[in-house]
């Protein structure tokens, strides 16, 4: 009897750890998994957003914008994506202003001058050569001291300092611009009355400040440009940088040298109207001094012909009074 009560206590014994065993495991498993599961959510579900967004936006992006991203990212823990930490996008559009200010020129109109260069493509290569974000061409890039012009970060700065001479030298940021698009040897020549203005070049200075090449060598103190950011381009809010439709005011002075080459073709042209003039003055008198011979010969002709054509009416007239004289 006391084994019987004895297998049965054990047997109860078992049933009651085996009762408590599941009971245990059910509890500890939210309890060691709590946390992961409730921070993954969080953790993932962000960076996996952003990710989606940012696959979505490089189909827009340059080339060297995707690549970088994808070194940046490259043997880096998922969860630190979901930090803080800047795109190459913005390291790009923040360069870009960066630039724009420490050259002291319009970040608006510089990235419009940029978008239209490349469309912010750092591998962009011209059909004349021009290369990279800002469209350097390589004696261009050697003059400046630029090594890279594949390097927005490098060509971004270079591009501004150079904008910035040419606004000294040609006292507008029309101007400048023409002049970055054609060269300042053939916007001088432009300006001298000595050769064409490329049809290139006036649709370059149009979409860029919205007003004509032709404007900025007029006598106006101030000219509107557009400032609002291309529709397709990024960087909006950066700077200032905005899509909608404005336009703001600016200096439309030429250079004092720019304004020399200008009222000197001018002369020039002046000259020359006068030159000719006197030609035609010339010319004029000489054949009015041939014109009295001319006259005298002329109206000699007229006498012989009233001549002519009054004899036979006298002839006629003799007749006549000859014939009433035989018939009296």
Same mark, same amino acid.
């Given at each position: 009897?006391?084994?019987?009560?004895?297998?049965?206590?054990?047997?109860?014994?078992?049933?009651?750890?085996?009762?408590?065993?599941?009971?245990?495991?059910?509890?500890?498993?939210?309890?060691?998994?709590?946390?992961?599961?409730?921070?993954?959510?969080?953790?993932?579900?962000?960076?996996?957003?952003?990710?989606?967004?940012?696959?979505?936006?490089?189909?827009?992006?340059?080339?060297?914008?995707?690549?970088?991203?994808?070194?940046?990212?490259?043997?880096?823990?998922?969860?630190?994506?979901?930090?803080? @930490?800047?795109?190459?996008?913005?390291?790009?559009?923040?360069?870009?202003?960066?630039?724009?200010?420490?050259?002291?020129?319009?970040?608006?109109?510089?990235?419009?001058?940029?978008?239209?260069?490349?469309?912010?493509?750092?591998?962009?290569?011209?059909?004349?050569?021009?290369?990279?974000?800002?469209?350097?061409?390589?004696?261009?890039?050697?003059?400046?001291?630029?090594?890279?012009?594949?390097?927005?970060?490098?060509?971004?700065?270079?591009?501004?300092?150079?904008?910035?001479?040419?606004?000294?030298?040609?006292?507008?940021?029309?101007?400048?611009?023409?002049?970055?698009?054609?060269?300042?040897?053939?916007? @001088?020549?432009?300006?001298?009355?000595?050769?064409?203005?490329?049809?290139?070049?006036?649709?370059?200075?149009?979409?860029?400040?919205?007003?004509?090449?032709?404007?900025?060598?007029?006598?106006?103190?101030?000219?509107?440009?557009?400032?609002?950011?291309?529709?397709?381009?990024?960087?909006?809010?950066?700077?200032?940088?905005?899509?909608?439709?404005?336009?703001?005011?600016?200096?439309?002075?030429?250079?004092?040298?720019?304004?020399?080459?200008?009222?000197?073709?001018?002369?020039?042209?002046?000259?020359?109207?006068?030159?000719?003039?006197?030609?035609?003055?010339?010319?004029?008198?000489?054949?009015?001094?041939?014109?009295?011979?001319?006259?005298?010969?002329?109206?000699?002709?007229?006498?012989?012909?009233? @001549?002519?054509?009054?004899?036979?009416?006298?002839?006629?007239?003799?007749?006549?009074?000859?014939?009433?004289?035989?018939?009296?």
């Amino acid at each position: 009897m006391r084994f019987v009560i004895a297998v049965l206590a054990a047997f109860l014994a078992l049933m009651i750890d085996f009762d408590r065993s599941p009971s245990q495991v059910s509890g500890d498993t939210p309890t060691r998994h709590a946390s992961p599961v409730s921070k993954d959510p969080v953790s993932d579900d962000v960076p996996f957003a952003a990710r989606f967004i940012e696959s979505a936006v490089a189909s827009e992006k340059p080339s060297w914008l995707i690549d970088d991203a994808a070194a940046a990212s490259a043997g880096q823990p998922e969860q630190t994506i979901a930090g803080p @930490q800047a795109s190459s996008i913005d390291v790009f559009c923040r360069t870009l202003k960066d630039a724009a200010e420490a050259s002291e020129i319009p970040v608006a109109f510089f990235a419009r001058l940029i978008w239209q260069e490349s469309r912010f493509r750092a591998d962009e290569i011209s059909h004349a050569g021009a290369q990279g974000v800002a469209q350097f061409m390589p004696e261009t890039a050697a003059e400046v001291g630029l090594d890279d012009p594949f390097d927005p970060l490098k060509a971004l700065p270079a591009s501004a300092r150079l904008l910035r001479k040419l606004r000294d030298d040609f006292g507008n940021l029309g101007l400048a611009a023409a002049a970055y698009n054609a060269g300042s040897g053939r916007i @001088q020549k432009w300006l001298a009355r000595e050769g064409e203005l490329p049809r290139e070049t006036r649709d370059y200075v149009r979409i860029v400040t919205g007003t004509r090449a032709e404007d900025w060598i007029e006598d106006a103190d101030r000219l509107a440009i557009r400032i609002d950011l291309p529709r397709e381009a990024p960087c909006e809010g950066i700077g200032g940088l905005s899509k909608s439709k404005e336009v703001t005011f600016v200096s439309a002075l030429a250079a004092p040298g720019v304004t020399m080459i200008i009222r000197k073709a001018e002369a020039a042209e002046l000259a020359a109207r006068v030159a000719a003039s006197r030609v035609r003055k010339r010319l004029a008198i000489l054949l009015k001094k041939a014109a009295p011979g001319a006259a005298r010969l002329g109206k000699g002709r007229h006498i012989i012909v009233a @001549q002519s054509k009054a004899k036979p009416a006298k002839g006629r007239a003799i007749r006549l009074a000859s014939r009433e004289r035989s018939s009296s």
